[in-house]
């Protein structure tokens, strides 16, 4: 079992960054995958980046490419999203997840971070 809690989420400019962050307890990111995902009013959920337990491999969706970064500090427990270059369109709820890598499932989620990027 692992509990998350997102934090990081604001108000930004377009233009602007933010980094999220995600601490974990009880089991630690290095026994799970981590990823990111975001849910904008009126749609759903889509995923948004991934990085594998050693976090030597990261995944990211096209629209965030380039853009996001995805990191994980298994020493704090924490997984990270830096966001540059923010765009109106990336203004959803974002939420972090634990992968069990054994049925490769998002089976432990936060309860999400709010970011709004005004234009």
């Known amino acids: 079992q692992v509990q998350l809690v997102e934090s990081g989420g604001g108000l930004v400019q377009a233009g602007g960054s933010l980094r999220l962050s995600c601490a974990a307890s009880g089991r630690t990111f290095s026994s799970y995958g981590g990823g990111w995902f975001r849910q904008a009013p009126g749609k759903e959920r889509e995923f948004v980046a991934a990085i594998s337990r050693s976090g030597g491999n990261t995944y990211y969706e096209d629209p965030v490419k380039g853009r996001f970064t995805i990191s994980v500090d298994n020493a704090k427990n924490t997984l990270y999203l830096q966001m540059n270059s923010l765009k109106p369109e990336d203004t959803a709820v974002y939420y972090c997840?634990?992968?069990?890598?054994?049925?490769?499932?998002?089976?432990?989620w936060g309860q999400g971070t709010q970011v709004t990027v005004s234009s």
């Open positions: 997840a634990a992968r069990v890598i054994s049925t490769n499932q998002y089976a432990y």
